[in-house]
């Protein structure tokens, strides 16, 4: 699966990057890089997820060909 | 040109919801008239030179394009289903935006004022705080902040 990050983000990951295909739901994505990156616990709490260019739950179940973007919280305007 | 204006009856305006240009906010003016408007409302939200107590020198916008597009479309028409209104336009700009000039700009034209002013306020505060787009202050003193619990 690929990952794409945005905002504040990038100052904890890249910009993109691949995962391996064991991670199952987006609540375990969340999980899996808040252990990778552990300075971005918070934040990570406080974000969307989006996939296919839609919002999902915490229990939509990912599979390998899925793109995810994490959005933090929106500061437009 | 993403469709991105909602129209209460004939009137249409073509315009991109985000864009990396700067906004003429004169000419989304010029083109917001309608004839069964009595009040057009324009909002401008612009970069000032101060945040925190810090002197900022410019921001910067990220969005997620497709979405931030297609939120703002919904955003529009949900105004319009809450209210009669003639015109409703948003666009965001993406990229770097200097002091005083325009980061969004939302316009609503309704019969009388008050729909248009209610209208531009309930669709500004959802693009900030809905669409995915990001601002990333640039500080005098050399720093950036990137926002994302909103104070506005």
Known sequence: ?77 | MIRSAYSHQAAEVEIAAISAQPLDVVGLLAGAHHPRAGAVVLFSGEVRNHNDGMAVDYLEYEAHEAMAAKMIKTILEDANKKWPLNIAVAQHRTGKVAVGETAVVVITASAHRSEAYQANEYIIHRIKHEAPIWKCEYFSDGTKKWGGNCNC
């Open chain 1, 1 to 77: 699966m690929k990952i794409q990050v945005f905002a504040v983000l990038k100052e904890y990951f890249d910009k993109e990057f691949e995962l391996g295909d064991d991670i199952q739901d987006i609540a375990s994505l969340q999980g899996h890089l808040a252990r990778l990156n552990t300075e971005a616990q918070g934040i990570l709490q406080l974000c969307r997820f989006a996939v296919h260019d839609e919002f999902v739950e915490e229990n939509y179940k990912i599979t390998k060909n899925d793109t995810i973007c994490i959005f933090p919280p929106s500061s437009g305007g």
